[in-house]
């Protein structure tokens, strides 16, 4: 039955379908021809061509492992694709495309895909050190030779209208990107797995949009999503893009082009909504409900590494941006415990710059100049909180390295625009990581200049961090010391910095950086008012006060001082650099006053023969206005006390900022102990001083710089110790100065006046002063009883000097009266002595005395004593014969009667009278030839001048009549006669010395 059903069948079939000539045979033939290539032999052709072509044109191997298609559905399905780059290494891959084609096309009037799904596509991009890249040369490769120089162009293609592109329905499943770059200095690798994206709608007919998706996972665990709408004609695009996640830690090879990074990380988080297009005049875009937050933030650098910047987050809320009116927004931003480190090197450049390469140093103009292009970019910022701030700074520039740091620092800002003249609140506090606190809080603008203004405070800000800027000067160690601030701060147009509030240093204490030792502090100095302008060059204060400072200077043996070893000598060429920079006008300096309280100074000088040292403690008083733009002198008052019971003051006037202009200035010291300054006496005078007080009272007046100055000194009980030998000692006689200086009451008043011009480079006021006293003590012992006669009033009496008639040795009335004054001076001067040397004169004492002897011996042969019966008379018979009698035991020789003949001649008035004796003229002659024959010994001579000096002793004893007592015989000391000169032809004097008892 079936054999029979099939050959029934088949004549049937060979006439309806079979038979060539009937229509229904080349329909099907036709149909089946469609199906066999559609099926078969379209999938082959495309496999095979697509091979061949890429690995002949392109040198490169494609691989395929199916291609299907089905001609009914047009449905374009490739399977297993891989292509190959020239080197072999794997470039594009995918797992299964499908692509399906709908006749709605027809309808549309656009070629209309209905799906389009891609699983599985592996890309791998790989950039090269000379900038090329894998999916460049394949571009490059692919696009066709430009035309060579005289070659005939073609005609540029002209828009004909052709149909639009429809993809219904577009999907990216499992998709993979690697991209590996070797174009930085470390060859950058990263992962894009999986990414998916979904497109629904994808029309390029005008004014359609369709809904897409995209979401891209990273190889780090982060994603990014992007949902939102695409409008092809004209180009336009909203939607939302989220961030989460995203790891941007393979960027440090980039980062490395800018700056010479070790270390970086941050992880992204984010999100916005956003609406752009083209439009006829350029882009829009606009951007809102924008969220921001970057995690975990480290940045690091250097050699060791160094992590300089770092922060645990940063938030951004309401980020908003209007690219048509070039404004941006954020709602607020908070920043969370940021961590900043940098450095000056040791050759004083920032640390941070010496990442930059070389070649970034400098701004690249051209750069400028596009950044310039166009309206600003007006930004608003609604507020900005950080948290937490901790900085750091050190300067490895000074040696030790100095280290400054921030903590707990905390910065609000509030409605922050970038617009012309806008204000906004900012509030700045934290505390310095060396000890002190820090807060501002005002206004602050950006635009059209920078300005700053409000309440600025520092609270115990430590100064040890300075120390190290302060040894650049001086050799000094800060061991305590607070600033404190609390006023009002500026910066403005024509204003750098300005000031106006209260500024102290609290318990400031310099020691000398090797030993420890004290050399300056004070408890406070305090200014209630400090108004400071750089704008305006001037400085005004309040009265500063300066409470219990302190202070040492010492002297050390080879004379340096403290202050002197601890300054630093500054290089010459770094003055003479400094000398030749643009100086700045000065600023007007203005001080209501200096007041101090309670102030310390020790003094110690070490050169001395005998080490010293004193304190002037208990100093209060204070200085007037200073200011350095007015000629008015400021007013000086202190007092302070010197030792357990000395007294010191200083008061006047002084040009403080040119005091060799003006100065007139009077210092008062008293009840100093006199034994505290026996190192400068032995330095002196090469005397200790065993006991007594001094007052001084020193006057000095500088008037363009010529000086005048009156010491007066006054010593009370002063008594001299032992010698002690010092190689810088004038020769002095203090001890006698002193006893002839000393009054009764064991007081001594010196005036000694200066004057001298300071301008004179070698002009020194303590050696004028040294030179004055010392000539000074010369003049009194040099002159010692124009002193004693001063002391009466007597002017320039020279009460030193006692004179003696010829041979004699009595005192005349006048003489006695001198010495009658010279025992009252005495007595005024008790610890003086006198020596008296009795003094003979050959000249006038030997013609004297020989008379005298020759009188004696007339006496003597006449029997007669001396005075007896009035005097001798050469008319006397007796005294003439005697008189001859003495000649001839003098002159046995001698022929009296010849002699005779000598004395008988006429008179002078009559020579031819008759011849007389003259008797007169004959004994005269006797008489003298008798005196000339007597001889003077120098004992006689010496025995002479002790009755002189026994004559002296004795009327300073008595007191020499009617001015008082005399002076006790102790104080007067009988020495050795001696031999004087005399100009008078009838006194001899004597002359007394000075001395102590």
């Known amino acids: 039955m079936n054999e029979q059903s099939a050959s029934s069948r088949w004549p049937s ?128 490769d692919l696009t066709p030779p430009v035309a060579t120089e005289g070659a005939v162009p073609e005609p540029e293609a002209k828009p004909d209208g052709g149909p639009s592109l429809l993809i219904e329905d577009l999907r990216l499943d499992a998709g993979r990107v690697r991209f590996v770059d070797h174009l930085p200095d470390e060859t950058v690798s990263f992962v894009l797995d999986p990414i998916s994206v979904t497109l629904n709608g994808l029309d390029t007919r005008p004014n359609r949009e369709g809904r897409n998706t995209v979401r891209v996972a990273l190889e780090s665990g982060g994603n990014l999503t992007w949902d939102g709408t695409v409008q092809l004609a004209p180009l336009r695009s909203a939607g939302r893009i989220e961030l989460n996640e995203i790891v941007l830690d393979p960027l440090l090879p980039y980062l490395r082009r800018f700056a010479a990074l070790s270390g970086f990380r941050l992880t992204l988080d984010g999100g916005f909504d956003y609406n752009a297009g083209l439009a006829e005049d350029g882009p829009e875009l606009t951007v809102s409900g924008g969220t921001l937050a970057l995690r975990d933030l480290g940045v690091s650098g250097f050699d060791p590494a160094v992590e300089f910047l770092a922060t645990e987050a940063v938030r951004a809320e309401g980020i908003a941006f209007n690219l048509g009116e070039r404004r941006a927004r954020v709602d607020s931003l908070a ?17 941070l710059l010496t990442l930059l390469p070389e070649e970034n140093n400098e701004a690249d103009p051209a750069a400028e100049t596009a950044g310039q292009t166009g309206a600003p970019l007006a930004l608003e910022l609604g507020a900005l909180r950080v948290n937490g701030l901790a900085a750091e700074f050190e300067d490895r520039s000074t040696e030790p390295a100095t280290r400054l740091g ?18 906004f609140p900012a509030r700045i506090q934290g505390t ?23 309440t600025a405070s520092v609270t115990d800000l430590k100064l040890e961090p300075a120390q190290a800027y302060l040894q650049q000067f001086a050799r000094v160690r800060l061991d305590n010391g607070a600033f404190n601030l609390d006023g009002e701060l500026g910066i403005g147009p024509g204003e750098p910095f300005s000031y106006r509030g209260s500024a102290s240093v609290q318990t400031l204490d310099v020691k000398t950086a090797d030993a420890g030792e004290p050399v300056l502090g004070w408890a406070a100095v305090r200014v209630e008012t400090l108004d400071l302008s750089l704008g305006g060059r001037r400085v005004e204060t309040s009265p500063v006060v300066i409470e219990q400072p302190s202070a040492t200077f010492v002297i050390a043996e080879d004379k340096t001082t403290n202050i002197g070893r601890l300054l630093v000598q500054r290089a010459a ?23 101090v309280a309670g102030g310390r100074l020790d003094f110690a000088d070490y050169s001395l023969p005998l080490p010293f040292s004193t304190r002037i403690a208990d100093l209060d008083g204070g200085i007037s206005t200073l200011a350095t733009e ?96 010092s190689p810088d000692a004038a020769d002095l006689p203090l001890g006698l100065a002193v006893a002839l ?59 030193g000097t006692i004179e003696f008639l010829a041979g004699r040795s009595d005192l005349t009335p006048p003489q006695r009266e001198k010495t009658g004054k010279l025992a009252a001076a005495l007595e005024k001067r008790p610890q003086l002595a006198l020596e008296i040397a009795g003094t003979y004169a050959p000249s006038l004492d030997e013609p004297a005395l020989r008379r005298q002897q020759a009188l004696a011996a ?26 001859r009698a003495l000649f001839m035991d003098a002159y046995p020789d001698a022929d009296l009667d010849a002699l005779r003949e000598r004395f008988t001649r006429p008179p002078e008035d009559k020579p031819d009278a008759e011849a007389v004796f003259d008797e007169v003229a004959w004994q005269a002659h006797l008489a003298s030839r008798i005196i000339e024959a007597q001889s003077v010994s120098r004992t006689a001579l010496e025995s002479l001048a002790g009755e002189r000096a026994s004559a002296v002793r004795a009327a300073l004893v008595s007191g020499g009549g009617s001015l008082g007592g005399g002076i006790e015989e102790a104080r007067l000391r009988v020495v050795e006669p001696r031999e004087t000169d005399t100009e008078s032809n009838s006194r001899v004097p004597l002359a007394l010395s000075v001395t102590t008892r």
């Open 13 to 140: 079939l060979r006439r309806n379908w079979l038979n060539w000539r009937a229509k229904r045979f080349w329909v099907v033939l036709a149909l089946l021809a469609y199906t066999a290539i559609g099926f078969l032999l379209l999938p082959w052709l495309v496999r095979s061509t697509a091979i061949e072509t890429v690995r002949a044109d392109y040198d490169r191997e494609l691989r395929i492992a199916e291609v299907r298609f089905n001609p009914y559905t047009f449905t374009l399905q490739i399977n297993g694709l891989a292509l190959a780059d020239t080197d072999g290494e794997p470039l594009v891959a995918f797992d299964r495309l499908v692509v399906n084609f709908t006749l709605a096309s027809l309808l549309n009037r656009a070629w209309t895909f209905q799906t389009v799904h891609l699983d599985g596509l592996a890309l791998q991009e790989e950039r090269f050190a000379d900038g090329t890249s894998r999916f460049a040369r394949l571009v490059e």
């Open 335 to 351: 920043v969370e415990e940021p961590r900043f480190r940098t450095w000056l090197t040791e050759q004083g450049e920032l640390g």
């Open 406 to 423: 921030l903590n707990d620092v905390s910065v609000q800002l509030d409605d922050f625009t970038t617009e012309d003249g806008a204000r």
């Open 432 to 454: 310095v990581a060396s000890g002190g606190g820090l807060e501002f809080d005002g206004r602050l603008g950006y635009r059209p200049a920078f300005t700053l203004s409000g």
């Open 573 to 595: 060429e770094e003055r003479a650099a400094q000398d030749g920079e643009a100086t700045q006008e000065p600023l007007a300096v203005t001080l209501g006053g200096v007041r």
């Open 630 to 725: 007015s000629t008015e002198p400021a007013n000086v008052d202190l007092e302070g006390q010197v030792g357990d019971n000395g007294l010191a003051r200083i008061d006047g006037s002084i040009n403080t900022w040119a005091p060799a202009r003006f100065t007139d200035i009077r210092m008062e010291f008293r009840n100093l102990k006199m034994p505290d300054y026996s190192p400068y006496t032995v330095q002196f005078a090469g005397r200790r001083i065993a006991d007594g007080n001094m007052d001084l009272d020193l006057a000095y007046r500088l008037d363009e710089g010529q000086l005048r100055g009156d010491n007066d000194i006054v010593l009370r009980d002063l008594e001299l110790g032992e010698k002690v030998d």
């Open 741 to 799: 200086l000393k009054d009764a009451d064991g007081v001594i008043d010196i005036a000694l006046p200066v004057s001298g011009d300071v301008n004179d480079p070698q002009f020194d006021i303590a050696g004028v002063i040294r030179q004055v006293l010392a000539t000074t003590i010369r003049d009194i012992v040099k002159s010692p009883f124009r002193l004693l006669g001063s002391i009466l009033g007597l002017g320039s009496e020279d009460l």
């Open 858 to 883: 007339l006496r003597e042969r006449l029997g007669k004593a001396e005075g007896e019966d009035g005097e001798l008379s050469l008319t006397d018979k007796a005294v003439r014969d005697t008189v």
